[in-house]
């Protein structure tokens, strides 16, 4: 069984053409978790037209942040493999097919994606040559540089990764999902070019495209990975 786990705050734009790109690769007996963060346009409104039993929302009385909700979807995931997205991406038709080839070997996976603005023009043909990032363990606490929604992983990992690190800020959803995965599991990253990753105005984080932090900020970030890492495996 697959879990689609997926997060909403005010994505009534481009969540409709999301959740059919999802929903024709996935089976009967999938489903899709949406954690809705007390969006105040039509969100809600928009995912319940849908009318697709595999899909199951649940609404926050109040907004916890993107993290803190990602966590929250995950929590009621009851497949045994699961797929994290963003609710303003397309996903490629051959994105579930072409991770389900890998889950015989790996545990958790990663593929590039194409960029494009809102109008769906691309802007860059593959993240991977814009963000450049590292395959190993230690360059990933050195410098993250996936995207969780173009992530898929078994329950195992999950088990392993919950409860989050506190801290947001300093650790993320896909940060440490990923790390979980790299650090105590297979992974395998895919060049293959499955999702049209969406940059807009109102995305919720920069997508790893833009570079805001302070060395201060660097140095903390990756001493506290390293502690929560070392306390997971203890």
Not at 162 to 180: E, S
Request: proline letters at 1%; glycine letters at 4%.
């Amino acid at each position: 069984m697959i879990s689609v786990c997926l997060t909403t705050y005010n994505g009534a734009r481009f969540i409709k053409e999301q959740l059919e790109s999802i929903l024709t690769q996935i089976d009967k007996e999938d489903e899709i978790i949406i954690s809705d963060d007390s969006s105040t346009d039509t969100t809600v409104e928009i995912i319940n037209t849908i009318n697709d039993k595999r899909i199951k929302l649940f609404k926050n009385e109040k907004n916890i942040g993107y993290t803190n909700n990602f966590e929250k979807a995950l929590g009621f995931a009851k497949g045994d493999i699961i797929f994290l997205s963003d609710q303003d991406d397309i996903w490629c038709q051959n994105k579930v097919k072409t991770f389900l080839n890998y889950f015989d070997i790996y545990d958790l996976l990663v593929s590039d994606a194409m960029v494009i603005d809102e109008q769906k023009n691309i802007i860059n043909n593959s993240f991977f040559m814009l963000r450049k990032p590292k395959k190993t363990k230690i360059g990933n606490i050195l410098k993250f540089g996936y995207l969780g929604c173009c992530m898929a992983f078994k329950k195992e990992i999950l088990l392993k990764a919950l409860p989050f690190p506190g801290n947001n800020t300093l650790c993320t959803h896909d940060n440490w999902l990923f790390l979980i995965g790299c650090c105590f599991f297979k992974y395998k990253i895919l060049d293959d070019k499955l999702i049209l990753y969406r940059r807009h105005t109102n995305n919720m984080s920069t997508g790893g495209i833009k570079n805001t932090t302070s060395l201060l900020f660097k140095i903390h970030y990756r001493l506290y990975l390293i502690i929560n890492l070392i306390c997971r495996a203890l």
